[in-house]
């Protein structure tokens, strides 16, 4: 049971003129799951004379695991301002638009919201007021943002000390030639790929390896085989692109927000910690060949520790190499991690190249950047990226596609002809 009512909260910024760089507000909340910050900044970069204001959405364990607008946010009205801290008199106050928060855009602003000579010398009053604001019964807990009870560092460094270590696995996956070693548990929990893999009906083509007793009575080595596909299950499956060697289908799931509670979580650890001591005298073996050693092991120390390092755009660990191989092994929060990090990273220069060669051919990658491209399409088409492109169409296999819909959706009246941009 909750009610509503308005709310605002205030915040006097003493010797404003002295910050050196960007502040932002202490958090505070419009319900027991809705939290905010906002950011001030003393001097606009673009614009000097100016001082920026924006209103940053917390993101609640439900919102940071999707990418998609946050609904409840959109029914928020907020007015932000700025006043006299002596006369309380308004200097400046603008209305937010609060309808598309999402993770990939968590704060909303203004970068010239006020001039400032208009503003004192030494401290102003920054605030905002929400149209609501839910109150609670006594029985109601405040349900802080972040990603549940967060693994505790020293329990980080204890389970990835566990990865690629022979002693503790029964897993061996061969990386285009390099050993990658792992314990099934852990995999099997965080990854219904993985799950289906050691525990469903592919466990009958696996090779393993020989204890020392079969190699003692047989010193000729087992043949090696490739995991077979999902394909070979009677399921209904949708196919992804993944890379030039890929072999794999699969159908996309959703992990729901109750397969990853700290119960589970707290289950895994014990299953994990009482399987580590047994070491297994037959260790399965697993051929890789469509991805790189370093993704498949940033990949695995995701799965042991929910943690992910992105590296440069041109690594093995970048942000769409960990995105193609999250969506392959079907780590849905791995997968949203790299989809905001690729996202964020949009910008005229490449946008065009990004969407003709990768996000194309992952749903939830072209719908974000297609809208970009069309919305910013008279500077996207005067790119060197953009004229490479058209220049050499036949290398992108989707290229008369993709441009008919921009040019639709730029030219919706059927005038196509965008050579004066």
Not at 39 to 67: D, M, Q, R, W
Not at 167 to 183: C, K, L, M, P, T
Request: negative net charge; glycine residues 4%.
């Amino acid at each position: 049971m909750s009610f509503k009512a308005r709310s605002g909260f205030e915040f006097t910024l003493l010797n404003y003129n002295n910050l050196a760089t960007k502040v932002y507000s202490p958090p505070f909340a419009t319900s027991f799951d809705t939290f905010w910050q906002l950011k001030f900044k003393p001097t606009s970069k673009e614009n000097p004379e100016y001082c920026s204001v924006y209103l940053v959405a917390i993101p609640s364990h439900e919102e940071g695991g999707t990418t998609s607008t946050w609904t409840n946010r959109a029914t928020y009205s907020a007015d932000i301002y700025i006043k006299h801290p002596e006369t309380f008199v308004e200097i400046k106050k603008a209305t937010l638009d609060t309808t598309k928060f999402s993770a990939i855009k968590p704060l909303r602003g203004w970068n010239r919201f006020c001039k400032k000579h208009l503003l004192p010398s030494d401290q102003i009053i920054l605030g905002i007021e929400f149209d609501k604001t839910e109150f609670g019964t006594p029985d109601e807990k405040p349900r802080f943002p972040g990603n549940g009870k967060p693994f505790p560092d020293d329990l980080v460094t204890a389970w990835a000390d566990q990865l690629n270590k022979p002693e503790h696995a029964d897993v061996e996956f061969r990386v285009q030639g390099q050993s990658i070693y792992a314990n099934t548990t852990i995999l099997t929990r965080r990854s219904e790929y993985f799950q289906r893999m050691f525990e469903g009906r592919w466990m009958e083509s696996i090779t393993y390896n020989q204890s020392e007793e079969d190699q003692i009575q047989n010193a000729q080595p087992p043949p090696q085989q490739q995991v077979p596909t999902p394909e070979d299950e009677d399921t209904d499956m949708d196919s992804n692109i993944l890379g030039s060697n890929s072999t794999f289908s699969h159908k996309r799931r959703r992990v729901s927000d109750s397969e990853s509670d700290d119960d589970d979580d707290d289950d895994l650890i014990r299953s994990v910690c009482s399987s580590l001591s047994v070491r297994k005298s037959k260790r399965i073996i697993i051929e890789v060949i469509d991805f790189h050693p370093d993704t498949f092991l940033e990949m695995l120390r995701f799965l042991y520790t929910n943690r992910v390092s992105f590296g440069p755009r041109d690594s093995p660990t970048s942000a769409v190499n960990m995105f193609k191989i999250a969506d392959k092994y079907l780590i849905e929060n791995l997968q949203q991690h790299a989809k905001v990090k690729l996202c964020r990273g949009v910008n005229v220069n490449n946008a065009a190249e990004f969407l003709f060669t990768t996000a194309w051919q992952y749903d939830e990658l072209r719908d974000h950047v297609m809208s970009y491209v069309v919305q910013n399409f008279q500077n996207v088409c005067k790119t060197p990226g953009f004229k490479n492109i058209t220049l050499n169409s036949g290398s992108y296999p989707q290229f008369h596609d993709l441009l008919t819909e921009i040019l639709h959706k730029v030219f919706p009246d059927g005038d196509s002809d965008y050579s004066d941009y």
